[in-house]
């Protein structure tokens, strides 16, 4: 059963350019989550959603982030215009339904954003 | 909303000895209690979990308990490894069923 898989690995763009991170949930798994980490630093949740659905995106920012989980295929993390300040480590987290109440994630091995 | 303490941010145990992390919150909701163990360059791993209806939970040399009066929760680690050494975290899930994270602590095992 592979884990939750997360790609590119490592993304370097210029500022200004855009950032696509994808993650593809375990198997059986219909919640994501987004969530970022700055060196030394614990994780911050970004965004939950559910197949075609954001639930909760109070931890996004407003402006040049965005999040979807299609029906079909992995969800994506965009980041429009990428400022230095959005180098980070971007991790990805899947649980499964459980009446609706996501409670174990697991994580996958994270997309280390550099913006030069 | 929910805020997580983690203490302390550093331990350094030699081999063999326990290492304790502890873990306060503020939301008396939160309900369900996660560590994670983070390796350079790797994801956070679950490595235990505990729910408010559950005081104290093991695996192997791993536990976890939970106060809810004092709202605290601790790691221990009996009989420590080298590959015990890393990132730990602890998080509490809050009434929008959101993981708030403690800032973690850097577990160094001493040979």
């Known amino acids: 059963n592979a884990g939750v898989m997360q790609n590119p690995r490592h993304l370097v763009r210029r500022r200004g350019q855009e950032a696509r991170l994808r993650c593809s949930p375990m198997?059986?798994?219909?919640?994501v989550y987004w969530y970022r980490q700055l060196p030394e630093e614990g994780l911050k949740f970004m965004v939950y959603?559910?197949?075609?659905?954001?639930?909760?995106e109070s931890g996004m920012p407003k402006e040049r982030f965005s999040a979807e989980f299609p029906k079909e295929g992995p969800s994506i993390l965009r980041i429009q215009q990428v400022v230095r300040g959005d180098s980070a480590a971007y991790f990805c987290?899947?649980?499964?339904?459980?009446?609706?109440?996501?409670?174990?994630?697991?994580f996958g091995p994270g997309t280390r954003l550099t913006v030069t | 909303g929910e805020n997580v303490e983690q203490h302390p941010s550093t331990l350094s145990v030699q081999e063999g000895d326990s290492a304790v992390i502890k873990c306060t919150y503020s939301?008396?909701?939160?309900?369900?209690f996660p560590w994670y163990k983070q390796e350079l360059g790797k994801g956070p791993q679950l490595i235990i979990d505990?729910?408010?209806n559950v005081g104290e939970k093991k695996d192997q040399r791993i536990a976890v308990t939970l106060n809810k009066t004092a709202k605290h929760f601790s790691l221990h680690i009996t009989e420590t490894q080298p590959e015990d050494s890393a990132v730990y975290f602890c998080?509490?899930?809050?009434?929008?069923?959101?993981?708030?994270w403690g800032a973690g602590t850097k577990l160094i095992i001493k040979p």
């Open positions: 987290a899947s649980s499964p339904p459980t009446s609706g109440l996501a409670y174990e994630q697991y």
């Open positions: 198997k059986g798994h219909s919640h």
């Open positions: 959603l559910q197949k075609e659905n954001i639930i909760d």
């Open positions: 939301d008396s909701a939160s309900n369900y």
């Open positions: 505990i729910r408010s």
């Open positions: 998080a509490a899930r809050d009434s929008n069923y959101q993981l708030i």
